[in-house]
C-alpha cells in the first residue's frame, strides 16, 4: 500500500522502565509494519506537560514530514480532547491530548491550518479501561493519518483558536532588568532561558557581562560562543542550539552550582560599569539586622 507518510515520531513521559513505549511501539508495526518510528524522548518527567511541550518545540523543525504522537496527558480518562492538527498545508500532522503539549510546537512551524477532534467511533482499540490513550487511540489515529486516511474522518473540526494554549513564560523587561524564567535543563546542567539575543540587546546593547540575580545569589555572566571560551570559574551566557540563550559552566553544570530548575526565575541586568575583571559571586545570607 502506498503510504501519505512512513514516519512517526513518538513523544511520551512513559520513561522506559515500563512496557508502555514497547506496546505503543508494536500496535504501530501490527497495523502497519512499512511505518518508521523515531523516538524524540520518552524521559519527560511525569505528567510534565509544560516539559513535553518546549521538548516538542525544540524537536519540531528537525523531525521529518509525517505523523508527530506526543503523549503527556495527566487528563487521560477524563473529558479532555484527543485531537489531531494539521501544519504546513498537510506536510504533517500532531497527534495527542488538547492540553497545550503540542501547541508550542504547532505555533513554532507556523500555525495550524486544520485540527480535528477525535471522535469517530472505530477510532479506538478494544480495552479494559480509559487510562492508556497511547496505545488505545492516538497509536491507532496515527497509523491511519499514515495509510492515508483523512482528517475528516477522524472527527469534527474544532477552530485551532479554542485550543489549550502551552505553558510558556515570556521574558519581560521591567525597570530596567529583564525578567527571565528557566524553560530546560539538558543533561550536562545548562540552563536555558526564555531569553533571545534580541531580548538581551534590549537590555544591554553590545554589553559582554551581565549581573545574574537568583534568589541569595548574584553573579556576573560573559557572552560567549561556545563553552570552551569559559574559564574554570566563569559562568557564561551561550546561544545554544536552539538560539535561546542558555547559563552554562565549563564542563560543569550550572545547574547544580547556580541550584537552579525548570520554572526558577531569573534576573539579568545591565552592570553599571562593565570594565569588571573576574567574574564575581556574592552570597546573600538574610538575618536580623543589628545596629
Known amino acids: 500500500?502506498?503510504?501519505?507518510?512512513?514516519?512517526?515520531?513518538?513523544?511520551?513521559?512513559?520513561?522506559l522502565a515500563d512496557e508502555f513505549v514497547g506496546v505503543v511501539k508494536s500496535v504501530i508495526r501490527s497495523m502497519?509494519?512499512?511505518?518508521?518510528?523515531v523516538d524524540i524522548t520518552h524521559d519527560i518527567p511525569a505528567h510534565d506537560v509544560r516539559a513535553g511541550g518546549l521538548a516538542l518545540a525544540r524537536a519540531a523543525q528537525y523531525l521529518v514530514p509525517g505523523v508527530v504522537l506526543a503523549v503527556v496527558d495527566?487528563?487521560?480518562?477524563?473529558?479532555?480532547?484527543?485531537?489531531?492538527v494539521e501544519v504546513g498545508d498537510g506536510?504533517?500532522?500532531?497527534?495527542?491530548?488538547?492540553?497545550?503539549l503540542l501547541a508550542p510546537a504547532v505555533g513554532l512551524v507556523g500555525g495550524a491550518s486544520r485540527v480535528v477532534s477525535l471522535e469517530a467511533p472505530d477510532l479506538r482499540l478494544p480495552s479494559g479501561g480509559a487510562t492508556f490513550d497511547g496505545r488505545d487511540l492516538f497509536a491507532p489515529v496515527a497509523v491511519q493519518l499514515c495509510a492515508g486516511r483523512p482528517l475528516g474522518e477522524l472527527g469534527p473540526d474544532i477552530d485551532p483558536?479554542?485550543?489549550q494554549p502551552g505553558l510558556m513564560s515570556l521574558a519581560e523587561i521591567d525597570d530596567g532588568v529583564l525578567n527571565a524564567q528557566v524553560l530546560w535543563v539538558d543533561r550536562f546542567g545548562n540552563l536555558q532561558l526564555n531569553v533571545g539575543?534580541?531580548?538581551l540587546e534590549s537590555l544591554a546593547a553590545d554589553a559582554e557581562r551581565v549581573r545574574v540575580?537568583?534568589?541569595?545569589?548574584?553573579?556576573?555572566?560573559?557572552?560567549?560562543?561556545a563553552f570552551g571560551e569559559l574559564r574554570r570559574t566563569e559562568l557564561g551566557l551561550v546561544?545554544?542550539?536552539?538560539?535561546?540563550?542558555?547559563?552554562?559552566?565549563?564542563?560543569?553544570?550550572?545547574?547544580?552550582?547556580?541550584?537552579?530548575?525548570a520554572g526558577d526565575g531569573v534576573i539579568l541586568e545591565p552592570l553599571d560599569d562593565d570594565n569588571v575583571g573576574a567574574p564575581v559571586s556574592t552570597q546573600v545570607t538574610l538575618g536580623e539586622r543589628h545596629a
Not at 500500500?1 to 520513561?15: K, P, V
Not at 502497519?32 to 518510528?37: F, G, L
Not at 495527566?74 to 489531531?84: D, E, L, M, W
Not at 540575580?213 to 560562543?225: E, G, I, K, M, S
Open 91 to 100: 506536510q504533517s500532522i500532531l497527534v495527542g491530548p488538547d492540553n497545550g
Open 197 to 199: 539575543p534580541d531580548d
Open 1 to 15: 500500500m502506498d503510504l501519505r507518510f512512513d514516519t512517526i515520531s513518538f513523544l511520551s513521559d512513559y520513561g
Open 32 to 37: 502497519e509494519p512499512d511505518v518508521a518510528v
Open 74 to 84: 495527566p487528563g487521560v480518562g477524563t473529558a479532555r480532547k484527543g485531537i489531531a
Open 213 to 225: 540575580r537568583l534568589d541569595d545569589d548574584t553573579r556576573v555572566a560573559r557572552r560567549v560562543d
Open 239 to 261: 546561544l545554544d542550539s536552539y538560539g535561546l540563550l542558555a547559563l552554562a559552566l565549563d564542563q560543569r553544570s550550572a545547574a547544580e552550582e547556580l541550584r537552579l530548575a
Open 161 to 163: 483558536a479554542l485550543l
